[in-house]
């Protein structure tokens, strides 16, 4: 029986197009070691009507970004009834909100900071909040535009209110948790492994660390308390229904151990459109749990629907 024709959508025009092609590709390839029929899309405006000419079975989105992951390109394949990984037109829109997200989560009874949205000229010369704290655009991924401000610091970034942000006028002010990066994939209804991230040379987890090979360390399973690894596989299956993900997804967390192993643990935020790249976390965490990168593709193939 010959297996499906897969559109791998890649590229797009966010902010994070180098990021989705870089995703993409790998993907493309693995899908056609695993037999599967692979047409790549760079993704253009166009894309509605490549789409309805091409006819495949099943869109696998390796989009990231505005358009590609917040509901957008997912009304399309809705509209053209064409089977597609990831989550759902709603689900999508909600998780690439960062405020609309945490309130869900928040209601889920999962732990998050306190934050407020605000417009980037308001921050002006004065601290929004007491420092530290965070300043990231409200719908932007792979930590595009997020600025963390020090106890120290006498005032907010100026490049907030400057002719050269491009991130949107909106913003969340969020109070910065210290502490231990860590991540939880989900794959269908399952909880995969806890990853630690460790930033090299870099203060955070910043797009370098994120991208650049050598730019993070990678520990999974990390290596914390049995209790609190189950409560952030517990807390990322909760994120992800409550919001009403489906396929994968991953959530993000800082876990504040500096005084007790039972230390603070918050909820950042959850990634409807993981990076499927050579340094990206989900094929680690699924290679962990006894999953190849082309059996968790094909997974994510045979998983696509409509109306998620």
């Not at 490049?159 to 910065?176: A, L």
């Not at 990206?280 to 998620?308: K, N, T, Y």
Request: proline letters at 6%; one cysteine or more; aromatic letters at 8%.
């Amino acid at each position: 029986m010959s297996k499906k024709h897969v559109a791998v959508l890649m590229g797009g025009f966010s902010s994070e197009r180098p990021v989705s092609l870089a995703s993409g590709k790998p993907c493309a390839d693995a899908l056609e070691a695993e037999g599967y029929e692979v047409t790549r899309i760079d993704v253009e405006r166009d894309v509605g009507k490549v789409l309805a000419e091409l006819k495949p079975d099943v869109v696998f989105n390796a989009l990231h970004g505005p358009f590609g992951e917040d509901g957008t390109i997912q009304g399309v394949l809705e509209y053209l009834e064409i089977p597609y990984t990831h989550s759902g037109v709603l689900a999508s829109a909600l998780a690439m909100d960062k405020d609309k997200a945490k309130k869900i989560a928040k209601a889920a009874g999962i732990p998050v900071a306190e934050s407020r949205i605000m417009n980037r000229f308001e921050i002006g010369s004065s601290h929004p909040m007491k420092p530290p704290y965070v300043v990231k655009p409200v719908n932007e991924g792979s930590s595009f535009g997020v600025v963390i401000v020090k106890e120290d610091q006498s005032h907010p970034p100026q490049v907030i209110g400057s002719s050269e942000w491009r991130y949107g006028d909106t913003v969340m002010v969020e109070r910065f948790v210290h502490g231990r990066e860590l991540t939880c994939a989900i794959m269908g209804d399952v909880a995969l492994a806890v990853t630690e991230i460790v930033p090299v040379g870099h203060s955070f987890y910043d797009y370098d660390s994120k991208y650049v090979p050598g730019g993070s360390k990678h520990e999974c399973p990390a290596k914390i308390s049995p209790i609190i690894y189950q409560k952030i596989q517990t807390l990322s299956l909760k994120a992800h229904q409550a919001i009403g993900c489906r396929g994968v997804s991953r959530s993000d967390f800082r876990y504040d151990d500096r005084f007790s192993e039972n230390g603070e643990l918050i909820w950042l935020e959850i990634n409807t459109q993981p990076g499927m790249t050579p340094t990206s976390l989900v094929p680690e965490i699924a290679a962990q749990a006894g999953h190849s990168f082309g059996e968790l593709l094909s997974w994510m193939v045979e998983d696509a629907s409509c109306l998620r």
